[in-house]
């Protein structure tokens, strides 16, 4: 079956460090891959996403490359800021029949940005 | 624009005591809808989908139920709670054929 395994968590940097989340995949066939954020006590958002190989997702200044041949989306960003504390998760898609896709995630990894 | 919502925000609720969270969705059609808890301190687990008005796959087999009533309308039931019932409730929606979900605030349930 599918499944996504991320770096365990919490990652704690200052101000303007670089980041990096990894996370690597198994799944038959060629999924999406996503990467959601979430604030504290809210829902998730999507943050970024990449359907096929060598695509890259970018947003906010983070960036994911889908890497067929290690089966990984790797999450990063040059320079972090407070308000990007947050937990990070990496998911991946499988078609469920009848039109609809089920998302596997990661367990989630927490970010903590200190100024 | 497409909008979620999810109702209530914040459940206390003693153990053996029904439950019933709501969750809409505006702005779009035959939408995909989707149940997930999330439990402390672990990702998330889909409870349950639905791709169409009274359609709904079970994921894990549990006290809780599903139904969809209306088009875009997702209601996530209990008979008798669980300690282990609290946690975090999220619904997300889909356009049909397509993988990106969209989620709404949540719903932190409280089992006492």
């Known amino acids: 079956g599918n499944s996504v395994t991320q770096m365990e968590g919490p990652v704690t940097l200052s101000e303007e460090a670089f980041l990096t989340i990894n996370c690597t995949y198994t799944?038959?066939?060629?999924?999406?891959l996503f990467w959601y954020v979430q604030y504290p006590g809210e829902g998730l958002q999507l943050l970024l996403k990449?359907?096929?190989?060598?695509d890259k997702g970018s947003n906010k200044g983070f960036e994911a490359t889908y890497r067929k041949e290690t089966t990984s989306f790797h999450l990063e960003k040059g320079s972090v800021q407070v308000s990007d504390s947050a937990v990070y998760f990496c998911?991946?898609?499988?078609?469920?029949?009848?039109?609809?896709?089920?998302?596997?995630f990661g367990k989630g990894t927490k970010l903590s940005v200190i100024p | 624009s497409q909008t979620i919502h999810q109702w209530p925000a914040t459940l206390v609720q003693p153990v053996g005591s029904p439950l019933s969270l709501e969750c809409t969705v505006e702005?779009?059609?035959?939408?995909?809808l989707y149940w997930y808890r999330q439990a402390a301190g672990r990702g998330l687990q889909l409870l349950f989908y639905?791709?169409?008005?009274?359609?709904i796959s079970s994921e894990v087999p549990q006290n809780l139920s599903a139904s969809r009533p209306q088009d875009r309308q997702f209601i996530l039931s209990s008979k008798k709670l669980l300690l282990s019932d609290s946690g975090f409730y999220l619904c997300?929606?889909?356009?049909?054929?397509?993988?990106?979900?969209?989620f709404g605030p949540g719903t932190r349930l409280l089992v006492l």
């Open positions: 799944a038959t066939g060629y999924p999406s």
């Open positions: 997300a929606w889909s356009m049909t054929g397509t993988e990106t979900q969209y």
């Open positions: 990449a359907t096929k190989a060598d």
């Open positions: 702005g779009t059609s035959n939408p995909n």
């Open positions: 998911a991946l898609s499988g078609a469920s029949g009848a039109g609809s896709y089920q998302l596997t």
């Open positions: 639905s791709v169409g008005i009274g359609q």
